[in-house]
DNA sequence: TTGCAAACCTACTAGTAAATAAGTAAATTA
DNA sequence: TAATTTACTTATTTACTAGTAGGTTTGCAA
């Protein structure tokens, strides 16, 4: 079965988010390619908040799809895919969600807000745990807090994806680079 | 003399562009706080463009004057007067300037673009240079590459503004005692 | 004191935004 | 097969957006 309108919506209205900016699409960025009418957009999700709340949400489920096929896998190899993954959003011209949810903050309704601070949580106790173990296997550099470093390592890529649209491409393979190194052993 | 209104506007501007984004703001939320009439705002910036314009502008002048002041001092005390700027504006729930103009990229334009590239490279220099020096002096911890370096700082610092409204705000004093830490000897 | 420009205001336009009401065709279910 | 639901369309509304034309006031300069 070919993706239904309402995913297409939520891969359409994901990508605009992210290239764009919320307040920079509209419904009509949306029903225009997909060649159905205005109020089609509207019949799956009433407002804008709702189709926020749907790709918040839709984020979550990838990533918790993502997290379970990467469990057997050893640390390092987890981390590297996640750069990986941070690498093809960026030459794809569009930003991480949680840097694009976050400037965006204040346009979105309590429900999406929570949504994506539950997303955020889990990537973030999910890099935690990464290094906890990495560290465990002496794979990685011992840091005093883990969270510490998951912070840091995701802000640097998520913000790097954002930055290299303003400086270079060379800039993102740099610090996707070092990331790596600077923990590694 | 008291900042004239042109003044007013590009504080205003710079204020909500940063809190809400770009599209997320109207000249309409520019003339009401400073009462004065929308057809003001358009008679100092013709274009919503000749705001976003000024505001890079402005913000290359402040960082003009910021990097003269700082010359002096030593590399160590340089770079904690820019994360303590960086945690004033996290305090204000305001991004950082570089994250706003990145993820509204695509609503500028050219010239405006322009300006925001001068304004980056501008920070990245000054930030290479002051590691540099630092290890030179033997006061900062040997890396690779400086810029890479600086790029990562830059991105963690900045990101974390905008992280931090989705986690807590210890996450941002975390991050920020961490980038100092981690560069000292 | 006249002329003129800076800094506004009044009043408006054209376009676009999100959202809705009401209707329809096709598929599904009872 | 009758009733209902799904997935839309047509047509419209309300509200706001950036932007403009033209008039007014104020202060300064010739």
Same sequence: chains 1, 2.
Wanted: no cysteine; proline share 2%.
């Amino acid at each position: 079965m070919a993706s239904s309108t309402r995913e297409k919506i939520i891969q359409l209205g994901d990508d605009l988010l992210r290239k764009q900016g919320f307040n920079a699409f509209s419904y009509a960025d949306i029903s225009k390619p997909l060649q159905i009418k205005n109020a089609a957009v509207h019949y799956h999700f009433p407002s804008k908040q709702d189709l926020a709340f749907a790709i918040a949400q839709w984020h979550k489920d990838v990533f918790d799809r993502f997290s379970r096929k990467m469990a057997t896998k050893e640390p390092k190899d987890r981390l590297k895919t996640f750069l990986n993954f941070y690498h093809s959003i960026h030459l794809s011209e569009k930003v991480d969600i949680i840097g694009a949810f976050a400037t965006d903050w204040y346009s979105l309704g309590p429900n999406v807000q929570t949504e994506v601070q539950e997303f955020t949580e889990l990537v973030i106790e999910w890099l935690t745990e990464l290094i906890q173990e990495g560290m465990d296997l002496g794979q990685f550099r011992k840091t005093q807090n883990t969270r510490t470093t998951a912070l840091k390592i995701l802000s640097s890529i998520f913000a790097s994806t954002q930055l290299v649209r303003i400086t270079s491409d060379q800039d993102f393979t740099r610090v996707k680079n070092s990331i790596l190194e600077e923990l590694l052993n």
